[in-house]
């Protein structure tokens, strides 16, 4: 996905940045193209349902015209703590709460979660893209940790069930299927949904969501966290949202959401994607209504492929 002139000049308009106290009224499905850490002190208390926190990885990784450097993992932690922190505020009673993590840190994260936030488990999901190494494991995975801020809270878990193929097909005494389905497109199985993703397909090059991001994340795995732990017209705030993937999977499932991100180009691609989605609320991978395997022969029949 790209911007011409034109598109620049017509999404710029629709970014905000705010100097002073506002309102939930100014803030509902909008982009702050501003630094998160100059928004904090003028945000509302308690208006969120769902913080997605996916910052920096403590890695040396550059984003257009921020370079982040690798720090010790106690300055890691120091820094995220710093950050969260701040945020707390912002959180509803009911909120909860997703850290997205590189391997080397995640255990500072959810030290740090600790002090602030019930933390519930820690979601493991596979990227199928990874560099090998001759002295090393082939580092293919990240975590997500999810929190929240107390024993009330939504985990809507009919909606985040996972259609797989069956391998073992087996019947009951009758011969009738147990516990899966027989259909034109295959033997499936609804499966509860558990912290191990193996149905994730990272963005590339041919698929309509891609975009010049180096650390997109696809808009399936926004959407598991979103329909498990919100509801229809619930807010949800992505401070660090990069090109959007948080916001627009939130518009296309009927949440209101608020993004925050300091490069301005990467606003700009989000703010497309936005208006895209009034029109294409198509998700990669989720059909009537259910999360399909990875590279499933139903799935394979969506607009946007596996």
Not at 224 to 233: G, Y
Request: charged share 25%; with cysteine; hydrophobic share 35%.
């Amino acid at each position: 996905m790209t911007l011409s002139g034109a598109e620049t000049d017509h999404y710029g308009k629709n970014l905000i940045r705010i100097t002073g106290p506002v309102g939930i009224e100014t803030l509902g499905n909008r982009i702050l193209n501003q630094d998160m850490t100059e928004t904090l002190a003028f945000l509302p208390n308690g208006f969120v349902d769902l913080l997605i926190l996916d910052p920096p990885y403590n890695l040396n990784k550059t984003f257009n015209s921020t370079t982040f450097r690798k720090k010790s993992i106690a300055k890691y932690a120091d820094w995220f703590e710093g950050m969260l922190a701040r945020l707390r505020p912002v959180l509803k009673k009911t909120a909860s709460v997703y850290v997205c993590s590189e391997w080397y840190s995640s255990t500072a994260i959810h030290l740090v979660l600790d002090k602030f936030l019930k933390v519930r488990n820690r979601i493991t999901w596979e990227r199928e893209k990874g560099r090998g190494a001759k002295k090393n494991w082939k580092n293919v995975s990240e975590d997500i940790w999810f929190a929240t801020v107390s024993d009330d809270y939504t985990f809507n878990v009919e909606d985040v069930k996972l259609k797989r193929k069956v391998l073992a097909p087996y019947t009951d005494t009758s011969g009738a299927p147990k516990d899966w389905q027989d259909s034109s497109a295959g033997q499936f199985r609804l499966t509860h949904p558990s912290n191990l993703w193996k149905d994730i397909t990272v963005p590339f090059w041919s698929m309509p969501e891609n975009t010049e991001h180096p650390a997109q994340k696809p808009e399936k795995l926004f959407a598991k966290l979103i329909l498990a732990s919100t509801n229809e017209n619930d807010f949800v705030f992505d401070p660090f949202m990069g090109v959007g993937s948080s916001i627009v999977t939130a518009k296309k499932l009927g949440r209101r959401f608020l993004g925050a991100e300091i490069d301005r180009g990467y606003c700009l691609l989000a703010a497309k994607r936005l208006h895209l989605a009034e029109f294409d609320k198509v998700i990669q991978g989720y059909r009537d209504g259910l999360f399909w395997e990875r590279n499933s022969l139903k799935a394979r029949t969506c607009k946007q492929r596996e």
